[in-house]
């Protein structure tokens, strides 16, 4: 069972205790939604590189040196 | 003008790990709130999310995030609040750095925040990330529940809540 800590402000009280039922099915929401953006932020990282390799190899066929494409996309 | 910053509680994650760090009966005696957060989460994964809700409210959040990866720069929207939290894939006994300040959490207006937060490893992947976020709510904030979305925050994570006076 997952435990979940739960401090009273008032009191200066922490305790630990079991996930309810309720708890425990937004934890896996929390996990899949979760899952989904990254998966969505490494898919958009692998295209923006993927974009950033095409660019760099027109402008190298073009006849830049790597240190005028390197200050072009400074 | 005096400003005070009063530590109100800091819990630390002891052995075996836990799923979250919930604050209850959070004083209304305060201007602002800062929560700080030292994570680290059990999930095999380049980075996981630290994520936070206001009075056990999932809803009406709205994000606007700037990211670095390490090798990129991103952007994305979002409806939740969350910042970086270091994974099992990283660097041993590294943890994340996070803040999140919520000005005016006793106010009857929509609660803004900011969330920074950054990741550490000792590679490439590096993630950091820079949050505006608003809680379209006009309740005041009475408890803040902090998890690693899902996954299990490991031995040693701290949250720690501090309460912030204006003069």
């Known amino acids: 069972m997952s435990k979940v800590i739960e401090v009273d402000c008032s009191t200066g009280i922490s305790t630990e205790r079991d996930m309810t039922e309720a708890e425990l099915a937004a934890q896996a929401a929390m996990q899949a939604q979760a899952e989904k953006q990254r998966e969505e932020e490494e898919e958009a990282q692998v295209a923006a590189d993927a974009l950033k390799a095409s660019a760099t190899a027109k402008l190298s066929a073009l006849g830049l040196t790597a240190d005028e494409i390197a200050a072009l996309t400074k | ?88 894939t990283a660097t041993s006994n590294t943890f994340s750095s996070v803040s999140i300040y919520i000005p005016n959490y006793t106010s009857a207006n929509f609660k803004s925040y900011i969330a920074d937060g950054v990741t550490e490893n000792n590679a490439t992947a590096g993630y950091q990330s820079l949050t505006a976020g608003l809680w379209r709510d006009t309740s005041a904030i009475n408890r803040i529940d902090v998890s690693g979305a899902g996954q299990t925050i490991v031995q040693n994570s701290t949250v720690t809540l501090y309460g912030i006076t204006k003069g």
């Open chain 2, 1 to 88: 003008m005096t400003i005070a910053m009063q530590p109100i509680y800091t819990q630390t994650v002891g052995a075996g790990g836990t799923t979250g760090v919930n604050f209850l009966n959070i004083p209304q005696t305060f201007t602002d709130l800062q929560i700080v957060v030292s994570m680290r989460t059990a999930f095999a994964a380049n980075y996981q999310y630290i994520q936070v809700f206001f009075n056990n409210n999932g809803s009406n959040y709205s994000a606007t995030s700037l990211n670095g990866s390490g090798t990129a720069v991103f952007t994305n929207r979002n409806t939740q609040i969350e910042a970086g939290a270091v994974s099992a």
